[in-house]
């Protein structure tokens, strides 16, 4: 069973609706887009956690200054990453994905560090789809995005973002519709 850690922003906060919001309006942006299916807003933490490794999961704390900031839209290759939200690297998020590569993944202290530090990417994915971006569709995305961004309430003392949240542990295996989340492990604000 293929798990994943999963860092949303606060469930009855303005930011997780808008994010839900723009995930489920972005793939009305083009015909090419409307299979796009729809998940939760939120930020991968670690993926490829194993069953048995679950036992570690009271294990995790959610830091309680955690601050998420958005710092780009951007456009990829990945089904992934088709359209999604660049998240700063802080230090409370690496921090958080080294605990959760040390306790759900068996890693040391060092090859945790290595590992955050050579391949953790932290995004918030907007779109997943595997159809190729021009940029006509780029632009309407960009439209869409900017109309939602002028009435985003919800920032750190940063910028765009938000602060606390909540960790899921997701199974995600399977069409994307059939993910399911298993268990809330921590939540702050």
Same mark, same amino acid.
């Given at each position: 069973?293929?798990?994943?850690?999963?860092?949303?922003?606060?469930? !009855? %906060?303005?930011?997780?609706?808008? @994010?839900?919001? /723009?995930?489920? $309006? #972005?793939?009305?942006?083009?015909? *090419? =887009?409307?299979?796009?299916?729809?998940?939760?807003?939120?930020?991968?933490?670690?993926?490829?956690?194993?069953? !048995? %490794?679950?036992?570690?999961?009271? @294990?995790?704390? /959610?830091?309680? $200054? #955690?601050?998420?900031?958005?710092? *780009? =839209?951007?456009?990829?290759?990945?089904?992934?990453?088709?359209?999604?939200?660049?998240?700063?690297?802080?230090?409370?998020?690496?921090?958080?994905?080294?605990?959760?590569?040390?306790?759900?993944?068996?890693?040391?202290?060092?090859?945790?560090?290595?590992?955050?530090?050579?391949?953790?990417?932290?995004?918030?994915?907007?779109?997943?789809?595997?159809?190729?971006?021009?940029?006509?569709?780029?632009?309407?995305?960009?439209?869409?995005?900017?109309?939602?961004?002028?009435?985003?309430?919800?920032?750190?003392?940063?910028?765009?973002?938000?602060?606390?949240?909540?960790?899921?542990?997701?199974?995600?295996?399977?069409?994307?519709?059939?993910?399911?989340?298993?268990?809330?492990?921590?939540?702050?604000?």
């Amino acid at each position: 069973m293929a798990l994943s850690l999963w860092l949303t922003p606060p469930p !009855e %906060s303005p930011v997780y609706a808008q @994010l839900s919001q /723009l995930i489920s $309006e #972005l793939p009305k942006a083009d015909p *090419s =887009l409307k299979l796009s299916p729809a998940f939760l807003p939120h930020i991968t933490v670690v993926s490829g956690i194993s069953q !048995e %490794s679950t036992s570690h999961l009271t @294990l995790l704390n /959610l830091p309680h $200054e #955690l601050a998420v900031s958005i710092e *780009s =839209l951007s456009f990829g290759g990945a089904y992934f990453k088709k359209i999604y939200f660049n998240i700063e690297r802080s230090h409370s998020l690496v921090e958080l994905a080294k605990e959760a590569r040390v306790k759900l993944k068996n890693m040391s202290e060092n090859e945790a560090e290595r590992a955050v530090k050579m391949e953790y990417d932290p995004h918030a994915s907007l779109v997943y789809n595997n159809m190729v971006l021009n940029e006509t569709i780029k632009e309407a995305v960009r439209h869409i995005v900017k109309e939602n961004l002028e009435n985003f309430r919800y920032t750190t003392s940063e910028g765009l973002g938000w602060n606390g949240g909540q960790l899921l542990l997701v199974r995600t295996e399977g069409p994307v519709g059939q993910w399911k989340v298993l268990k809330t492990i921590a939540s702050t604000r």
